[in-house]
């Protein structure tokens, strides 16, 4: 859910954005070269006038990128379907037991990785939850819907 859906009026703030070398252990999450540029950004996302998130968010980009002319407020996922053309379609999160951090790798149906992100959800201003999709992965069938055979038990 949205900030704006749970009744607040939300908006978000561009707090630094820069292009700058993919130092050694972002270089390795992300599987791009040392010295690769990203594009950093800092955000913080305010519910009514309180801030309640800020993210700082990494994305591999081509090194004559410029976004001088690109809305860098924008959804993360969006701006990486509009820097890389490709979409993250899988996150990897790895919560934080200190407040609520996360620490999200983005990646493609192709496997790329697209984004790293840090997350900070500042505690008592908005209730956070979960919500996931379980898929089944299993190798056997799914249950038939329309099963045969039925039980009459205790009856």
Sequence with gaps: ATLASAGYEARVRLVSAD????PTALAARLDVEVGSPLLNTRKVW???DTPAMTAVDRIP???DLSVADVDLTMSVFRLVEVL????VNWEVTQP???GMTLRTLGVSDRGQRLLDSLEHHVPDVVEFGLVRTVVDASPHPSPDPNPTHTSNRGG
């Design 84 to 87: 890389c053309g490709d979409t």
């Design 19 to 22: 292009i700058a070398p993919a």
């Design 61 to 63: 980009v081509d090194p």
């Design 96 to 98: 934080s037991a200190a």
């Design 46 to 48: 305010f519910a009514d």
